[in-house]
């Protein structure tokens, strides 16, 4: 079944909700990430089918994604041949992701999502701790000599490519799986790691995207009202997200995510 066969009647209503989910989804991207487990649950809620609603609320985040990128071009100054090497993988399992998405039945995709989000909310809590480790490993400063053009090994360009297939499936705290394997797999400073993970992620979301365009199984109106809320957002996240509490953020995120993993375990 198509998407445009999936879709439901977008009162104004509906459309402002729409709205106001990606706009808390990229505010909660520029800060601590896994937006998705706020915008998809709610596409989900407002009748949209599983698989649907992923496809256009990942389509819809991907401006957001590149808003970051671009506010974070002082970071990656210096890290091409880095993002040379890793760029091919996670474009390649963003779209080994994207293609199982449409090709696999649908009632598989419906099965396996309570789990997903499962597995990101418990990424989200991690994440603290996930961090606190990276900073114990990496420092503060940037490695000496010529940062970025270090030889990356097979581990980190496989992990890469497999959390690009994790993305391009369904994505969410898909930067925080790329935080851990970069932090592990590369020595350098937090928020220049942070400023690829952005890169790859856009990445994976762009090229998933792409194939999804290139199927014609997207819901267009709902991708144009997820990403002006992303867009904005994501801007506003930039200006003022710093000065609330990550921690409460991620309360947040966690309640929404078990409520909607719990609502489509036992009440779909």
Do not use: H
């Not at 991907?62 to 880095?82: C, D, I, K, T």
């Not at 000599?145 to 090994?153: K, V």
């Not at 002006?228 to 000065?243: E, F, N």
């Not at 990550?246 to 929404?256: D, E, N, S």
């Amino acid at each position: 079944m198509s998407a445009a066969a999936q879709s439901v009647d977008l009162t104004l209503a509906k459309s402002a909700v729409i709205v106001l989910a990606g706009g808390a989804a990229g505010f909660i991207n520029s800060i601590v990430g896994s937006g998705t487990l706020i915008s998809f649950p709610t596409l989900v809620g407002l009748g949209f089918a599983e698989r649907a609603a992923n496809i256009a609320n990942g389509t819809g985040l991907f401006p957001g994604s590149m808003s970051a990128v671009a506010a974070q071009r002082p970071e990656l100054a210096g890290q091409r041949s880095r993002l040379v090497r890793l760029l091919p993988a996670s474009m390649l399992g963003g779209i080994t992701g994207a293609i199982l998405l449409l090709t696999l039945p649908g009632s598989w995709f419906k099965r396996i999502v309570p789990f997903l989000i499962l597995f990101g909310v418990g990424l989200v809590v991690a994440g603290p701790t996930i961090q606190r480790k990276l900073r114990e490993r990496n420092g503060s400063s940037t490695i000496e000599g010529n940062p970025g053009a270090e030889r990356i090994g097979p581990f980190v360009v496989v992990a890469v490519y497999l959390a690009g297939v994790y993305g391009g499936y369904f994505g969410a705290a898909q930067g925080i799986i790329l935080m851990g394997i970069l932090g592990v797999g590369i020595r350098d400073a937090l928020p220049r790691l942070n400023a690829v993970k952005n890169v790859l992620a856009g990445t994976v979301n762009g090229i998933a995207a792409v194939v999804f365009v290139i199927k014609g199984d997207i819901l267009w109106s709902v991708v144009g009202l997820v990403a002006v809320g992303s867009i904005v957002g994501g801007v506003v996240g930039a200006k003022v997200g710093r000065k609330i509490s990550p921690t409460v953020l991620r309360g947040c995120i966690v309640v929404i995510g078990v409520v909607a993993a719990t609502r489509l375990l036992f009440f779909s």
